[in-house]
């Protein structure tokens, strides 16, 4: 049968049941959110007279809940529309309305006498055929369908989402042996291609594949810890960001998931997997006992490993000694190995550099990485028959850049097998077997695709669901081009794709090189181009430190050439002979944003933060997002409407820095097109979705766009309104004589310059009045100023 999910059920409006019902809105999904009424009034609606029958207290529980989700940051929805797509209800009341949904997902206590009432009253009401999953993390899903039908059990499974559900990207999906296999193969793809989700089939073990494997490394950090004579800062510095894992490392991952959680589920497997090899490792240390013993919980009680104080000089965190159970100020940590790999940006290498340190924290990565290996090779079959879907589980909830197998593959596979039997531990079979045939890596490339060794079949095998997903670094064959920044891929099917790596992807003369010569050869070669990247962000923007150098030493020839070349490099991606679509995702600010709006078609993730940011450095947007913006706004302009209020929402986007908290949020700031772009709900999807739209666009008959010349300026009416309105924002003291300076310079610059009447301008028109406005505010002591804030503490600076 062709499977829709047009109504969903959530039954559960906890932290996670109301969050799992925003994502569904966020997709456009209908959502029924429902959750128990409660049995007693407050005290506010005693005052009022009401009865616990009345529908407001009926549904007080849910409708607070989902009130709480939608205030909360980061935000569950993509924008705030969403919530409309959202009804609540109580069991008592609306469980029978649960017949209409697709789909019915369980997210209440973790009890299982609970669930199976539950799952009674969804029998009674639910259409044959209609999906019931369990978002459970610690109860074996074939428990709970005792006394179910056998359509019940067909299409019952257990379906568990990360918390935030709207920001982790993985979904494991977990069946039952009376599962139907259809219904596990329509999850995993729905998952994936609408829901956004890292889709992983998992087997009904204690705690399935992230949780297992997730807090086996968080214990055996513990235990590391003990015996080394390490400290909490030294463990977050050693398992954050350097090694390719959140910043929240170790200490600061516990507090935000809650100790107890973690403790539990600890214990969870220590009396659920008695054959667990490594089970001895779960078990608690006394430290941790104690802080539980303490109900110091993490975030939700204020205090765990971590705690904000606030004092004379504003909010401090303090760390806990784990000796004296005392707070006392963050200690830096300083390690030998890690100050020298710091400069590595290259993430394998870097992680190459610090296992082979000789210090101790080199001593600590190469015991940790013999636990971490030991044990990943023995939970395969056990909790998963392939092992990348361990490595898929770990990157997509544990936000791991780099997973197990392919990090003992980045060190050698024989390697890592000395490094286990060095510390005692074992090593599963397969692994030896795997090397005893003369294979000697877990994962294989081959003309883009990756393979992975099948301890099954004893060979490479394709990785299921990957066909419509192209990751770069698999094409690394493939370069056409390239310099010390740049790559230019074939990624087949005439489409080319440019990639750039710096930090933070920003955007210097080597990247705009790289433009004009990608759009260069795919106008000789190719159907088109693609702009994107598998970076953590799509670009920062601007080379900010490059801006300032030129200011500061006042080379105002040399910034004038950069401004003109990154203004050229826009217009080139706008006025190109074959079409150009950018893939933008995560980050997308400044220059990032202008390449996304002179592109041909922009094919953004969902979970794109996009924006022209210039104005909190002091300056405009440079190269060409000023005259963009304006030139969108003439093409909104209708007759009937005030012209002028059309130009000051574009006019305030800027001014205001506004970045979208999601891509359809890009929509509203009119930074994305309806009807022209488009959104790849999952990331790994999005170069490939954009490659996708180029062939589509040329096939279509692309024809080279000609330039503009009949934007519609307002001159002096329209400045004079602007400026009116920061006139008295400066007044108010809303912004500082600086804000308004530049305000001025930007409603100039969109009013078309000091014209007596509205007129028709081109764009290079726009384009050197936004320059020139540009180049003077670099001349601007307190534009320097927020340039150098910047570049020193990451934060604007509003002087």
């Known amino acids: 049968m062709q499977r829709r999910i047009n109504k969903v059920a959530v039954l559960g409006s906890g932290v996670m049941g109301s969050r799992i019902a925003c994502h569904f809105a966020g997709v456009g999904v209908k959502v029924l959110l429902l959750d128990i009424a409660p049995k007693e009034l407050t005290d506010a609606e005693k005052a009022k007279g009401l009865s616990t029958d009345h529908p407001a207290v009926k549904n007080r529980i849910v409708n607070d809940a989902l009130q709480a989700a939608l205030k909360s940051n980061p935000s569950p929805v993509f924008n705030k529309d969403v919530a409309k797509h959202i009804k609540t209800g109580n069991f008592t009341d609306n469980m029978k309305d649960i017949a209409g949904c697709d789909w019915v997902i369980e997210v209440v206590v973790e009890n299982l006498d609970v669930k199976r009432i539950v799952f009674e009253q969804v029998e009674q009401y639910r259409k044959p055929g209609t999906l019931i999953t369990s978002n459970t993390s610690g109860i074996p899903i074939h428990l709970m369908t005792a006394g179910r039908s056998e359509d019940f059990k067909k299409h019952f499974c257990g379906t568990h989402f990360f918390n935030p559900p709207r920001y982790l990207r993985l979904l494991e999906i977990i069946p039952t042996p009376h599962t139907d296999p259809a219904v596990i193969d329509f999850l995993m793809e729905y998952g994936d291609l609408y829901l956004g989700k890292t889709t992983v089939l998992a087997k009904d073990t204690p705690a399935f594949i992230a949780n297992r494997v997730g807090v086996f490394s968080i214990m055996a950090i513990f235990h590391l810890m003990e015996e080394m004579g390490l400290n909490v800062d030294e463990i977050d510095a050693l398992t954050g960001p350097v090694i390719g894992r959140p910043k929240s490392a170790t200490f600061r991952t516990a507090d935000v998931v809650g100790i107890d959680t973690l403790v539990k589920v600890a214990v969870g497997v220590a009396q659920n997997c008695p054959q667990d090899e490594a089970k001895a490792i779960f078990s608690i240390p006394g430290f941790l006992q104690k802080i539980v013993d303490n109900k110091w919980l993490g975030d939700k009680t204020g205090q765990g490993f971590y705690k904000k104080t606030k004092g004379d000089g504003g909010k401090e965190i303090l760390t806990l000694d784990l000796k004296t159970m005392e707070y006392g100020p963050r200690q830096k940590a300083k390690f030998g190995s890690i100050e020298a790999a710091k400069p590595i940006d290259d993430l394998k290498q870097r992680i190459k550099a610090v296992n082979a340190g000789t210090d101790k924290a080199g001593q600590f990565y190469q015991a940790f990485h013999a636990y971490l290996f030991s044990y990943t090779s023995n939970r395969i079959p056990e909790i998963a028959d392939d092992l990348y879907k361990v490595d898929d589980a770990m990157k997509a909830g544990f936000g791991w850049e780099i997973g197990a197998f392919e990090t003992w593959d980045l060190l050698g596979v024989e390697n890592g097998v000395k490094l286990i039997e060095a510390r005692g531990l074992t090593v599963a079979q397969w692994v030896k077997d795997m090397l005893a045939k003369g294979i000697t890596k877990f994962y294989k490339v081959d003309n883009g695709k990756k393979y992975y060794y099948s301890q099954v079949s004893q060979q490479y095998e394709a990785i299921p669901g990957t066909d419509n997903f192209i990751i770069l670094e698999n094409y690394a064959g493939n370069v056409i081009w390239k310099n010390s920044a740049c790559s230019l891929y074939d990624l087949g099917d005439g489409v080319a794709c440019l990639d750039w790596k710096t930090k933070m992807n920003t955007i210097g003369g080597e990247v705009l090189e790289g433009i004009h010569k990608a759009v260069d050869r795919a106008e000789k070669d190719f159907l088109g181009l693609v702009i994107g990247n598998d970076g953590g962000v799509f670009s920062a923007g601007a080379n900010v430190g490059m801006i300032f150098m030129f200011a500061a030493e006042q080379e105002y020839d040399e910034l ?103 891509a359809l949020e890009a929509f509203d700031l009119g930074i994305l097109r309806h009807g022209t772009d488009e959104i790849s709900m999952n990331q790994s999807r999005v170069i490939a979705d954009a490659k996708r739209s180029v062939i589509e666009i040329a096939t279509d008959g692309y024809t080279r766009p000609q330039e503009r010349t009949d934007i519609k300026v307002l001159g002096r009416g329209g400045l004079g309104a602007m400026l009116a309105g920061v006139n008295g924002m400066k007044v108010g003291n809303y912004i500082s004589e600086h804000d308004a300076k530049i305000a001025g310079k930007l409603a100039y610059v969109m009013c078309g310059g000091d014209l007596s009447e509205p007129a028709l301008v081109s764009e290079q028109y726009l384009l050197d009045l936004e320059r020139e406005a540009f180049l003077s505010l670099c001349g601007e002591r307190k534009t320097l100023e927020r340039l150098q804030h910047m570049l020193k503490t990451g934060k604007p600076l509003r002087n």
């Open 560 to 662: 004038d050439m950069a401004v003109r070349l990154f203004q050229r490099s826009t217009m080139r991606l706008r006025y190109s002979s074959v079409p150009v679509v950018v893939a933008p995702h995560g980050l997308t600010l400044g220059g990032g944003c202008e390449m996304s709006l002179h592109a041909d078609k922009v094919q953004a993730a969902a979970e794109s933060y996009i924006g022209l940011v210039e104005f909190g450095v002091g300056l405009i947007p440079g190269g060409g997002g000023t005259k963009e913006m304006a030139l969108r706004a003439s093409d909104e302009f209708r007759e009937g409407l005030v012209e002028n209020n059309i130009l000051q929402e574009r006019y305030l986007t800027i001014a205001t820095a506004k970045v979208s908290t999601s």
